[in-house]
């Protein structure tokens, strides 16, 4: 392990600065925009959601990722997702970007734009640009700024999600800074809700685009909260080459070193956004080991974690874990139910709960010592081959459904 | 329409005969076996779960509907699945037919078993039996018998779930009755958690087994609880051939009265599985009509009544449309999101809620009301063919919460 975790957010890299501010869209009294900006062009690459139901701001990005030679900016807003509201939604949205342009003095297709809250409803654009002018001023490449940004692109969220690394690359010092946001209609798919990598790395669009592509297969796509996919999912990292190593356009030592970096970063947001899941008590986490290939591990695991009985069941902290063995059972994955052991993990130890086709001789007080925890894993070796997955879910509790049932008001 | 409902469940048609025990298998002061007995052999057929882990009496009577040319009765427990118990398990679930073969004169292979509850606990096989014994001596072929079969089988459900046709065939009556129960883990694939049908039709194995597995594509596998594919999801049919109409063998007007007849069968109790799911406070039914295809009609429904943020707006009674359009999104159809039009249903009224890609202008106050009543109706036209399904969900409340954080104890 080449890199090293540092204290840090979006504005951790060289070049980046952040901002965060109140435009006053839904709620009061609460930052609800944010913006990223690098004081150089970067490349960018980005995975949007799979969902056919675009969000207008996902459709302005997606044209910039595949069009755009360099992007220099993002502008976020909470509140309103901004989908579902047709071409009056998308000029929006171009009003956005074109505003922060003109003030950042940069073309209009450099600036991303996220939203994120109630679909359907109509963004107050007047708010949303004289938020834009607050943040442009505001902006300041220092630790607070990162926090302050990635405070105001939350929404159900409990806590903000921000992390940043250093990795060593060619002799220079290469930064990897991000934040993101939950924490429901959550199911990412090619992508997570909302999330903003900035690093100063110096590499051709092309390979930091095939970096990111092979990332979320096992980071953000890897996570579920309630198994619906967001019409607005956006993942979009950024790289503005300052870190001045030698340019990446191939793979290679250099390439690997960042890539295990930037799966550390990719992988610490999805388990944070997956524990602070709405409502959630605790973060779940299913890894499935031995699987006869690649994408039946994942499928396995992620099935597990999607499960809403095994769900509520660790929210009562009760081992019935029959719901796990039926969750692996529907996954669609073909297996021998008489050939594969559970466990429930806590730090080194294992317990073991089923193997040769039925329940083992366990403590149901000791199992549920170990579901009380703020972090459960349950291990399913499936004794099939040698590949590998990890998913994190989180518990259903009563909090997730208040939060779902009037969400709107 | 030919057939016309007539007050009854599974004792409705010639020949059968039923009872519900209490064996104190779980809990206490509650009838939890049932027997389905018919004084004359049955053709019989039968869809299960696709879950690749099953519970011993799915493949018990798996074996039954592939390799007995008949069958004569049903045997049902509660509070215990018999699903991940191995060959113990399966020795118990012989033991329970070859018990009631012995008492009725039949061949063990000739007596379906149905388990449901709790999975991997191991069932008490002895006081199986003698429940097995008090439920031969009761049997009687009364309106009376087959509801207390239906009591029987409950666990987390709230209301029985019963009912009768009579149809005309080929001059003759013939009578299907049926019960069926629910109430969690109900996302049923080939079949729903227990249904058991019987009636007095003469008809051939094989235009028996075509019927039912015709049928429970627009019907069982068009409901949804919670997501969550049984281990233990059976569908049985038994028809005894008393009705003495000419023998089906082929398709024909007969048949279709018969299929007709059934599915009315089949569709009110697959709605009131999916009305009574779970801490269900309303049936959700979704409809989408003019689907360019009837596989995509399906896929687009079931998505819709699966989503767990809609379920959750739908028991807070809030109009959030935007979960619906995100749900038909992420279902894995190809559609143009703008070509769609969106109503609630209130009986003769729709309510125009989202059209030419944006929201339409309706009274919140009045949506609201809709949303407020027991059985909740979302019209979804694609206008891009002439294909049409309708699935069947419920709400998502604190009750289904809390009612499987802690199933077990």
Known sequence: ??????????????????????????????????????????????????????????????????????????????????????????????RTAERAGELLGIPRNAVFVGSTGVIGAQLP?????????????????????????????MTTDTINKEVAVEVTIGGKTVTIGA????????HPNMCTMLGYICTDINISK?????????????????ISVDGDTSTNDTLLIMAN????????????????AFTEALNFVTTYLAKKMAGDGEGATALF?????????????????????????????IFGHDANWGRILCALGYSGVKFDPEGLDLYFVDGDRRMFIYGDGK????????????????????????????EKATAWGCDLSYDYVKINADYRS
Chains 1, 2 share one sequence.
């Open 1 to 94: 392990m080449s890199y090293r975790q540092i204290d840090g957010g979006v504005t951790a890299a060289k070049g980046f600065e952040a901002a965060g501010t109140e435009a006053g869209i839904k709620y009061e009294n609460r930052k609800d925009m944010a913006i990223v900006y690098s004081t150089s062009p970067c490349v960018c690459a980005g995975t949007f959601t799979s969902n056919v139901v675009k969000a207008a701001p996902v459709v302005w990005d997606m044209d910039i990722v595949d069009n755009s030679e360099y992007a220099q900016a993002v502008i976020v807003n909470t509140g309103i997702a901004n989908a579902c509201t047709g071409k009056e939604g998308l000029d929006y949205c171009i």
């Open 125 to 153: 654009i007047d708010r949303i640009v004289a938020g834009v002018e607050k943040l442009v001023k505001a902006k300041a490449h220092t630790r607070e700024a990162g926090t302050e940004a990635s405070r105001a692109i």
């Open 179 to 186: 934040m993101s946001k939950g924490s429901g209609m959550i």
């Open 206 to 222: 092309e390979m930091l685009t095939k970096a990111i592509k092979a990332d979320v297969k096992d980071s953000f796509n890897m």
């Open 241 to 256: 080459g300052l870190a001045e190593n030698e340019r990446i356009t191939a793979e290679g030592a250099d390439y690997e």
């Open 285 to 313: 986490e299913c890894r499935v080991i031995n699987a006869d290939t690649k994408e039946n591990a994942r499928i396995l695991a992620k099935s597990v974690i999607c499960s809403s009985l095994t769900k509520a069941a």
């Open 359 to 386: 329940g083992q001789d366990y403590s149901e007080e000791e199992a549920t010592a170990i579901l009380s925890k703020e972090h459960v894993t349950a291990l399913v070796d499936m004794h099939m081959g040698y």
